[in-house]
């Protein structure tokens, strides 16, 4: 029992390049988030999803696609990478009847 | 505009030397709000929810309280290994549990 996975741990991109960031859950939960983390601004939410097929905008989405074509993978797109991406990114899923949300162990993303 | 600030962004104690975080807030209804602790180069890891004021949570040395404004972390007698990050967040997404987060605050606790 893995719980939430994420890969790659590390990238680094040249601006423009595009990359996906892949998570992968086995713990049968419905919802599943997209946050990044930067210093002196805390976790943002980038994309939501409530179950398989649909996505929802969180606070800071510019720039990002995101595709949740089944209930265990929930995947982070960047087309064109840019310097202001640089950050870590965690994926989270929500436990069905609770407030609690389990966390990846995060992928940190630098664009050059 | 929902918002969560956390004070102060970082604290250095004692081994023994209890204190407190405070996270204070402001959202139009409150639906939860979230205390979580993050190790280096790890994801966040759930501590406790609050729904309501004069709601108290308590695990080990760690009790989370909940006023109309604000919440506070209370660590009594910390032990080196509590040494984190620990997040505060408040659910503004009802249903969809999203959530927004304070900065944080840094507690590092010396033998």
């Known amino acids: 029992n893995a719980g939430v996975t994420q890969t790659p741990k590390f990238q680094v991109l040249k601006t423009g390049q595009s990359m996906t960031l892949q998570c992968a859950q086995d713990m049968n939960h419905n919802s599943m988030y997209w946050y990044r983390q930067d210093p002196g601004m805390g976790l943002r939410l980038i994309y939501y999803s409530a179950s398989e097929g649909t996505t929802d905008k969180g606070e800071v989405p510019n720039g990002y696609n995101v595709s949740r074509l089944n209930k265990r993978e929930f995947s982070l797109r960047l087309e064109s990478a840019a310097p202001s991406q640089t950050s870590v990114y965690f994926c989270?899923?929500?436990?069905?009847?609770?407030?609690?949300?389990?966390f990846g162990p995060g992928t940190r993303l630098t664009v050059t | 505009e929902d918002q969560v600030t956390q004070s102060p962004e970082a604290l250095r104690l004692q081994e023994g030397e209890s204190s407190s975080l405070n996270c204070s807030y402001t959202v139009s209804g409150l639906r939860g709000l979230f205390w979580y602790r993050q190790d280096p180069g790890k994801g966040p890891e759930f501590l406790f929810t609050l729904y309501s004021a004069g709601e108290e949570k308590e695990k080990e040395r760690l009790k989370a309280t909940l006023t109309k404004k604000e919440s506070f972390l209370h660590i009594t007698a910390p032990k080196p290994e509590d040494s984190a990050t620990y997040l505060c967040?408040?659910?503004?997404?009802?249903?969809?549990?999203?959530?927004?987060f304070g900065t944080g605050t840094l507690l590092a606790v010396q033998p």
């Open positions: 967040a408040v659910n503004y997404g009802g249903a969809t549990n999203k959530l927004i």
């Open positions: 989270a899923t929500l436990r069905q009847g609770s407030d609690e949300q389990y």
